[in-house]
């Protein structure tokens, strides 16, 4: 997205800074002593960390060489040009004093933590030029004064909670303005640019994100030289201007998208707005989604767009009539997005014109006819949505030729025949859905063995026939796979326990027999499993029982038979109600469902006579085992501490202080073994990526701990190995009170394992969706609104730390609930860095991430896994993108989006073929009941009318986050700020102090309620 490219902006503009402090040196010299009291007044009202960026002020009578600031002025008469502190981590008020920095030409505190208000002094440095306070706390409204400097040509204050209006002196005094950003913040009423102002200077105007009103001006073609508008996420309202846009033929970025526009002649014609673009023949993106903008996709204008056009948004609006083969004349396209709106018509094959398309979404509209073969002539395609249509006709083959292909989603349509074989072909290929369609068939064995799939595979809701492909055992990546309610038959090969990496499988509604094999049920990372509505019989396996990652199960509808294993201990199969059972008349167990126990009883009788030479042959196995073990002990001391080398968390490092050692004390292999009782299976409490976690007490019987044990088969080409020494780096090397601690660690040649406090509240996962008939607070997941908020507002903290302050900065790469772990306070804590990034130096602020541990690339079957668990992961990843901080941020929106709505991401994505933002997005803000429908806080009483605020508030925040483009989502600090100021509303509006200290509310009913 164009908001990329904000880093040009900033060198365009550092790069004028010479002629600022040329003006400065010619103008009268002030007093030397004013500019170093007015340093120190302004180092009196903040504060940095210990030897930060402020430790050397004050220090030296030569403020010159004070960190930040710059000096000019001829011979010895020098006075401050530029003050230059970003990104330093201060805190504190933005202090008046910094008005009698007379010849100050540049002040830049952006991303800091500063608070309170702009003190309208600052409108009194006349020879200002360039003035950025991005990224802050600052409040307030903005000093109109600032309109009234001459000399300024960049002013950036996005992303602070700035209010009010925005003063017209801006737009009507400040007339060498070149760059203006008030992005991100909380300015309201009209964008005052009257027809009286002129700004002939202004190339860049980003207003994005603020609850401005009004019309777009028909000023603005008073700056004709405009590049970059971007008024998205507004509710600015009237109809799109057809005489504005057409007198900017610099105009290369135009954001108009989430407001209340219209098209014209009632919202019903669209032509007079595009055939104003035509003048802009520079323009290369277009966004105009969700303005529920009505008429036709015009035949003549779409086709005359400016021919540089890159991106076109039209998504989530109301847009009737078919796609006019016209639109392929836009050949420089790479992205089309027409999504959500009411076009009916069949796919014109002329779309393969558009050979630079990469990204292809037509999903949920009225389409109809077959999907033409023209569109594997398309070469660059990555993504292809064309789900939610009335699409018919065969799937073409020719989609093979797409060696690009990342994601191709055809599901809910009419599509009939056979998935043709070519598929297998796509060899990039990480998604694919072809689900509620008519497809018939067998799976053919091509597609099956697409070991390329990372994400998911989606064939539910079909026509297709046969048995089960072994070859489903070589997607290895695959974290999903569905293929229930069709006719598949046969038995569940036992080569499927092979998806190392699967979460969730679901195969009921077919007619397979057999059992279920027990590779599947000890798959080590599975959370869900459905197989009911089969033929499927035999016992269930033991395996599942001791499963400690399963937390959906239903083996309901077949004829399994037997004693439900451990049913009364306390496994998962323990925690499932009677339905995860029934229609099962050969099972018994706990759960009401007893045919047939008797029958088994009687047969156990008979079985008890051989139960005495079973037990001499346990005991004589048993025997001979301790005497090995014996053995083995004295070998291993005889080869002295080799064999259990002991390190803690800062052996990684070679500068480690005593100090820091004392503060991991050392464990040895033994002492971990007893504390677990041997690592046995009833101290299991949890399973990772790479390994289990075990509880345990240490020697003082005092100490409850978590053992994370990495299992050295985990991985590949020491995955594993790097998997370690990568955890123990960024809990080294950062330390916050929401980020888990780490109490030592023990390494040996075999053997990796971290000590971690225990937390008794276990995980977010646990409390926001707890197995069926183990909700310990009577409904809806355990949590309050107000113990939600804690929650969200320490997530927040400990990402914005990781992202921003940390010594390193980390990408965790993986944050859902189940990597929230709650302390014996509810307090949250973030957990597993087994897959965490450091950025390195020049990463810092969003970029790209790489680990300074990592000495090799990652094998090929581990590689599909470092970028998080299917429904968090970003977009932008699954096309080829790097680990970066938007991405943690696009996986907190959608943990937002799932604590406020109740709903699993992949409950989305299988049920109705959406993501949870799109979900979310369809139903707000029309209909918010609809979104908190299944809120794990219903029922609970909330305050009025703090709380229907809050709760509106934190949809939003969930949407901002998880917006396809990672350049339109906020930072962690941003988030921090929001979340915030949401606590104190809210404390302001009676909450009570409960659980431990965390926020709790009640009051009357909500206005969400039924």
Not at 185 to 214: H, K, Q, V
Not at 219 to 243: K, R, T
Not at 663 to 670: F, T
Not at 777 to 806: K, N, P, S, T, W
Request: glycine share 10%; with cysteine; charged share 20%.
């Amino acid at each position: 997205m164009a908001k990329l490219l904000i880093p040009i902006i900033i060198i365009f503009h550092v790069g004028l800074v010479p002629i600022a402090v040329a003006e400065a040196v010619a103008a009268p010299a002030p007093v030397i002593d004013d500019d170093r009291s007015a340093l120190l007044a302004f180092l009196s009202n903040v504060s940095s960390d210990p030897g930060g960026a402020l430790a050397d002020w004050g220090r030296s009578p030569e403020f010159c060489n004070w960190t930040g600031v710059t000096c000019g002025g001829p011979g010895r008469r020098r006075v401050v040009t530029q003050l230059v502190l970003s990104g330093k981590g201060i805190r504190g008020v933005v202090s008046p004093a910094l008005g009698r920095l007379s010849f100050l030409s540049v002040l830049d505190l952006s991303s800091n933590a500063l608070s309170g208000a702009i003190p309208r002094e600052v409108a009194s440095l006349a020879m200002l030029t360039q003035l950025s306070l991005t990224n802050n706390l600052l409040e307030g409204a903005i000093p109109a004064g600032l309109g009234l400097l001459q000399k300024l040509y960049y002013l950036d204050l996005s992303s602070n909670r700035l209010s009010g209006g925005i003063p017209q002196t801006l737009f009507c005094n400040c007339s060498a303005l070149q760059y203006l950003d008030l992005a991100n913040n909380s300015l309201a009423g009209d964008i005052p640019y009257a027809d009286e102002c002129r700004l002939p200077n202004l190339r860049f105007l980003l207003l994005w994100s603020n609850t401005l009103s009004g019309t777009i001006p028909p000023a603005l073609a008073n700056s004709s030289i405009l590049e970059w508008v971007d008024f998205e996420s507004n509710y600015l309202s009237g109809e799109l201007p057809s005489q504005v846009f057409d007198k900017l033929p610099r105009l290369v970025f135009l954001y108009l998208s989430y407001n209340n526009l219209s098209s014209h002649n009632g919202n019903t014609d669209l032509d007079p707005f595009f055939r104003s673009l035509s003048n802009c023949t520079r323009l290369q993106e277009l966004e105009l989604a969700g303005n529920n903008l009505g008429g036709r996709l015009p035949p003549s204008s779409t086709g005359r767009l400016p021919r540089g056009l890159r991106q076109l948004h039209l998504e989530d609006n109301a847009i009737t009539g078919p796609i006019h083969p016209n639109i392929s004349g836009l050949v420089n396209l790479t992205y089309l997005n027409l999504s959500n709106n009411l076009l009916n018509g069949s796919i014109p094959p002329a779309i393969s014109r558009m050979q630079r398309l990469e990204r292809l979404y037509l999903s949920n509209n009225l389409l109809s006819g077959e999907i033409p073969r023209s569109i594997g002539e398309t070469l660059r395609l990555g993504l292809v949505d064309l789900s939610g249509n009335r699409l018919s006709g065969p799937i073409p083959d020719t989609f093979s030729n797409l060696t690009q292909l990342r994601r191709l989603m055809l599901h809910h349509n009419r599509l009939s025949g056979a998935i043709p074989p070519s598929l297998g072909d796509c060899l990039n290929l990480e998604i694919l859905d072809l689900s509620y369609n008519g497809l018939q068939g067998p799976i053919p064995a091509y597609v099956a063995a697409l070991n390329s799939l990372k994400l998911y595979l989606n064939l539910s809701n079909n026509h297709l026939d046969g048995p089960l492909p072994i070859e489903l055992s070589k997607m290895d990546m695959i974290l999903a796979l569905d293929l229930s309610v069709n006719r598949l038959s046969g038995t569940i090969p036992s080569q499927l326990g092979g998806c190392v990496a699967l979460e969730y499988l679901n195969l009921s509604g077919n007619a397979l027999h057999g059992a279920l094999p027990s590779s599947v049920a000890a798959l080590p990372f599975l959370r869900s499993i459905d197989v009911s509505h089969n033929a499927l019989s035999g016992p269930l396996p033991a395996s599942l029982q001791a499963s400690t990652s399963i937390r959906e199960a239903d083996f309901s509808y077949n004829n399994f038979s037997g004693v439900i294993p451990d049913a009364g201990g306390g496994g998962v199969l323990g925690s499932l109600s009677a339905d995860a059972f029934r229609g099962n008349p050969g099972l018994c167990g706990r759960h009401g469902i007893i045919a047939a126990c008797e029958a088994n009883s009687k047969r156990g009788r008979r079985h008890r006579r051989r139960r005495p030479l079973v037990s001499v042959a346990v005991g004589i196995v048993a025997c001979v085992s301790l005497m090995l073990c014996a053995v083995g002990y004295r070998s291993g001391r005889r080869n002295g501490s080799s064999m259990m080398r002991l390190v803690d968390a800062e052996n990684t490092n070679p500068t480690t202080t005593t100090t820091e050692r004392e503060e991991y004390p050392r464990i040895s292999y033994r002492e971990l073994s007893d504390a677990t009782a041997g690592f046995a299976p009833e101290r299991l409490i949890g399973s990772g990526r790479f390994g289990r976690v075990y509880e345990g007490t240490l020697r003082d019987g005092a100490t409850r701990v978590a053992v994370k044990v990495l299992d050295p088969k985990g991985g590949c080409g020491g995955e594993v190995s790097r998997s370690f020494k990568r955890e123990c780096e960024v809990l080294r090397r950062t330390r916050h009170r929401n980020l888990v601690r780490v109490i030592t660690t023990c390494s040996t040649d075999s053997f990796n394992a971290l000590v971690l406090p225990l937390m008794r509240n276990g995980s977010l996962e646990d409390r926001l969706h707890p197995p069926l008939g183990d909700d310990d607070e009577g409904g809806g997941g355990g949590l309050r609104f107000g113990q939600i908020m804690a929650v969200v507002g320490d997530v927040a903290e400990g990402m914005a730390y990781m992202h921003h302050y940390a010594p390193v900065k980390v990408v965790h790469c993986d944050l859902k609930p189940s990597n929230v772990l709650l302390d014996d306070g509810m307090r949250a804590v973030i957990s597993d860095f087994g897959i965490a990034k450091l950025v390195l130096a020049g990463g810092v602020g969003g970029g790209e991430a790489s680990s300074a541990s990592d000495e090799a690339a990652p094998c090929n079957s581990i590689t599909g896994l470092l970028q998080g668990s299917v429904g968090y992961i970003a977009p932008e990843y699954g096309l080829g993108g790097h680990p970066s901080t938007q991405g943690d941020v696009y996986s907190f929106g959608v943990m937002l989006l799932e604590l406020i709505t109740g709903k699993r991401p992949t409950d989305v994505i299988f049920q109705e073929g959406l993501t949870l933002h799109d979900w979310v997005r369809r139903h707000y803000p029309h209909d918010v009941a609809a979104v908190v429908a299944h809120a794990p806080w219903r029922g609970r009483e909330l305050p009025q009318p703090a709380a229907d605020v809050a709760v509106v508030e934190l949809i939003e925040l969930g949407l901002v986050c998880t917006q396809h483009s990672p350049a339109l989502r906020p930072t962690m600090v941003d988030v921090c700020h929001e979340i915030t100021l949401l606590k104190e509303d809210l404390a302001r509006h009676g909450a009570d102090e409960d659980d431990g200290g965390r926020r709790s509310f009640s009051t009357k009913d909500s206005l969400f309620s039924n």
